[in-house]
């Protein structure tokens, strides 16, 4: 199973687990570059990487290609979209950039710049696509999953989950199987796994809201996912969907976790970043965070260092232990979760793309 290990995107890998291949900066004093658009406009969506381009996209109705060296802009795009939350994360493969913007999944060509085809969601769609050999998966708010040729955007097949909730988080996929998290209001919500090559449903599970800025992380054999007002993490059998364990924290828990050398680590709105034992749901570690990571952050894992942001800082701490590496004040509020490519953490700061390394 391919999911084009030149690109970086969100989640590092079609499993979601965050745990991104190489290492970080030891230490950041200052940012390499920092990008903002000639217009006013903000980010909520972490950006993607290939062949030495940064992908990001603002609501200003653009995606910017940038150089990953400097942070110059090469070219843009528009895909509509003109509030961030109605934007994707972006990811590319076989020579296209794919995203989800005014309700409508696009595969832009990198080598003209133009929109190759655009497949209608529904006009409220924000689930990120995957790409996984030939074909995107992708979301829509009004409760459906869609399967589209890559390549051509003929559609292979359509489904409308029978729990009736929206989708609204990111595609996660297996070999065989393509999950996603819905929500019916901020408290309610089902983790559903559906057969990849059909879209039938293979399970369903009560797991609690799951909004646009997260997606069920798989490692192994197990699903873990975040459940929003509910206030607790999941871990789920990938099979059968049955739960496997539960932990329970004081606050919201939005965005993904991410998973690693057996830890699975995650933030929410009580302000703390949590180290469980992916296999028993036992706490390692956890530390107070200044401020509350907003809403569309999640944590990253990289050579053994966990990075994220919360308020306008940057932090990264050790995976074992959680003693904190360095921290980099940020000029906004920290918005996506962290890429790390090359030694560099890439991170979107409300108004701005920066980089650190």
Not at 90 to 104: E, I, N, S, Y
Not at 118 to 134: F, H, K, L, R, Y
Not at 202 to 227: D, F, Q
């Amino acid at each position: 199973m391919s999911d084009s290990s030149r690109s970086v995107f969100f989640g590092a890998n079609a499993a979601r687990t965050g745990h991104f291949e190489g290492t970080g900066p030891l230490v950041v004093k200052r940012a390499r570059w920092k990008f903002k658009p000639g217009t006013l406009a903000t980010t909520r969506n972490t950006p993607a990487i290939h062949d030495g381009v940064l992908f990001a996209n603002f609501d200003n109705d653009k995606l910017y290609a940038l150089d990953l060296a400097k942070g110059k802009e090469l070219w843009s795009v528009r895909v509509g979209g003109r509030v961030s939350e109605s934007i994707s994360n972006p990811m590319v493969a076989h020579g296209l950039l794919f995203v989800v913007g005014g309700g409508q999944c696009h595969a832009v060509d990198l080598g003209t710049h133009a929109i190759r085809w655009s497949v209608s969601c529904d006009s409220e769609a924000t689930s990120s696509p995957i790409v996984v050999d030939d074909d995107v998966y992708v979301g829509t708010r009004l409760g459906g999953v869609v399967a589209i040729d890559a390549r051509t955007g003929v559609e292979r097949w359509r489904v409308q989950l029978r729990c009736g909730e929206s989708v609204g988080s990111a595609v996660s996929v297996t070999r065989d199987q393509v999950v996603v998290g819905t929500r019916r209001d901020f408290v309610e919500g089902h983790i559903v796994a559906l057969d990849r090559a059909t879209g039938g449903e293979r399970w369903s599970a009560k797991a609690g809201a799951m909004a646009n800025g997260g997606a069920p992380a798989i490692e192994g054999n197990t699903v873990y996912a975040l459940s929003g007002l509910g206030k607790c993490l999941r871990a789920l059998d990938l099979a059968s969907g049955k739960e496997r364990w539960l932990y329970e924290t004081g606050g919201a828990l939005w965005g993904t976790p991410a998973v690693a050398d057996g830890v699975v680590c995650f933030s929410g709105y009580h302000g703390i970043l949590h180290a469980l034992d992916q296999d028993t749901g036992k706490e390692i570690w956890s530390v107070a965070l200044d401020k509350p990571p907003k809403d569309t952050v999640s944590p990253t894992i990289a050579g053994g260092v966990v990075y994220m942001g919360a308020g306008n800082v940057v932090h990264a701490w050790t995976l074992r232990e959680g003693t904190e590496r360095w921290r980099w004040k940020a000029p906004y509020r920290v918005s996506t979760a962290p890429l790390v490519a090359d030694g560099t953490v890439y991170v979107g700061c409300d108004r701005a793309i920066v980089a650190l390394g």
